[in-house]
């Protein structure tokens, strides 16, 4: 009896192996021969469908052409999504489309205008961060995006990162904050593009440091972090000290994840100005602070900040020795300031 039992089991493993390989069988016939044929057919003929979806030019100022369950909507939307590279190549026609549709409401707006907006920006800015992330990862795609790259950030992202009351636009604030971190990542943003839209971009990127949101906060890190690196030398004194106060803070956020994040960003911040920008309060300032990270117990906080501190010692020798062994005698772990000193 219990040699018929097992044989029965063996049978139907055997036949579920064999369900098994036949799912993966056409699972890889799919992905293999189906997909790519139907994308370039999609890329083939996507001039000819957008044209009964966007007949005419298209300028980037007017009122909302389609309402959240407008038909032509969710196909245009199937054919950005699915043929990426085709959308980007035609992007005189798809991105004016997609910024029409993330403008934020007017003041005179009714609360059921109000509501169709908010509706359509989530959409649009959801297919846009799509569009982004695709976009970094086709090289071909590549141009387009560098193009594209200053009129998305002044058109379709920095007026959606300025803070409005209400949960919809809570969430509206953290997918232009994605697709931002997106087009940022994706390198199309050159130097002499974010030279010109830092005095825009980065106010409203460090007021988001403060979202009552932990995500918001990391989203923040990695935006400023990623325009930091690309300017170095590019900032100010006046830049220097409005921004100094407002990084040292996340150093205290309640999230360990925020806390590690901003350490790569200060890290940036200390080199994107000239090294006289930071002497005195700002400086000083900010080694007293990370001397007391510095001590913080969970290894992995105390590497990053040990980096940071490795930039100090670079902008001002003096300073960051006389109050590193100041320091000293009140740490847990006086073996890390060592540890900074012997860098010197």
């Not at 029409?100 to 920006?121: F, G, I, M």
């Not at 409005?164 to 390198?187: D, H, N, W």
Request: hydrophobic share 40%; net charge negative; with cysteine.
């Amino acid at each position: 009896h219990i040699a018929v039992l097992q044989y029965n089991k063996s049978k139907e493993k055997e036949r579920e192996r064999e369900k098994f390989d036949e799912k993966e069988r056409e699972k890889e016939i799919v992905t293999t021969l189906f997909i790519p044929h139907f994308l370039e057919c999609v890329q083939s003929l996507l001039p000819e469908s957008l044209k009964p979806i966007c007949t005419h030019s298209i300028p980037l100022s007017g009122g909302v052409i389609w309402t959240p369950t407008s038909a032509s909507k969710t196909a245009f939307e199937v054919i950005v999504s699915v043929c990426a590279r085709g959308a980007w190549e035609h992007r005189t026609v798809t991105l004016p489309l997609i910024i029409r549709h993330v403008q934020p409401p007017d003041s005179c707006d009714s609360d059921e205008v109000v509501q169709t907006k908010q509706a359509l920006r989530l959409s649009f800015l959801a297919l846009l961060e799509g569009l982004l992330r695709s976009g970094a990862s086709d090289w071909i795609c590549g141009a387009a995006l560098a193009e594209s790259c200053a009129l998305l950030l002044e058109e379709a992202l920095l007026p959606n990162l300025v803070w409005k009351a209400g949960r919809a636009e809570a969430t509206i604030r953290k997918i232009s904050l994605t697709a931002c971190y997106a087009l940022l990542r994706a390198g199309g943003a050159g130097p002499e593009v974010l030279y010109r839209l830092a005095p825009r971009i980065v106010p409203p990127l460090s007021n988001h440091l403060d979202d009552a949101d932990e995500s918001g906060r990391l989203l923040a890190c990695l935006c400023l972090g990623a325009i930091f690196t690309r300017l170095k030398g590019g900032f100010g004194d006046q830049a220097v000290r409005e921004m100094y106060p407002v990084l040292l803070k996340r150093l205290d956020d309640s999230s360990d994840k925020v806390r590690l994040a901003i350490c790569p960003v200060l890290e940036a911040f200390l080199q994107c100005a000239p090294s006289e920008s930071y002497r005195g309060t700002p400086l000083e300032y900010t080694v007293e602070m990370l001397l007391v990270h510095l001590d913080d117990p969970e290894p992995v906080m105390q590497e990053a900040v040990l980096k940071v501190l490795q930039i100090c010692l670079i902008l001002d020798n003096e300073i960051v020795t006389r109050k590193a062994l100041q320091s000293k005698l009140s740490m847990r772990c006086p073996l890390l300031v060592d540890k900074l000193l012997n860098t010197n």
